[in-house]
């Protein structure tokens, strides 16, 4: 079993910057691919970014294209979301996520291990 803790969440203005990370239990979980969804109140979760185990390939969400970037650090099974240019739009809890497999994968219905989430709070 895997387990997933975000951190790195708070209170940006618009035009701010922030950086997720998302610990891993396991080493098992660097040889997976790794992700970030988000859910904003009354909303579905939606996709925002993955990578491959080996970081060699990722895959990101349309309305985040350009402003945020994946990466992962294998010694320390770890995932980091670095956003820029954020807007209230990106106001959402951010969650991280495991997919025990290779492939970059945007749905969550393909993950199979999930964090408790991390507030972020984009004030205009």
């Known amino acids: 079993q895997v387990q997933l803790v975000e951190s790195g969440g708070g209170l940006v203005q618009a035009g701010g910057s922030l950086r997720l990370s998302c610990a891993a239990s396991?080493?098992?979980?660097?040889?997976?691919?790794m992700g970030w969804f988000r859910q904003a109140p009354g909303k579905e979760r939606d996709f925002v970014a993955a990578i491959t185990w080996n970081g060699a390939n990722t895959l990101y969400g349309d309305s985040v294209k350009g402003r945020f970037t994946i990466s992962r650090e294998y010694a320390k099974n770890t995932v980091y979301l670095q956003m820029n240019s954020l807007s209230p739009e990106d106001t959402a809890v951010y969650y991280c996520a495991v997919s025990a497999g290779m492939l970059l994968r945007s749905t969550t219905a393909r993950y199979d291990y999930w964090g408790p989430g991390t507030q972020v709070t984009v004030s205009s």
């Open positions: 396991e080493r098992t979980a660097s040889r997976y691919t």
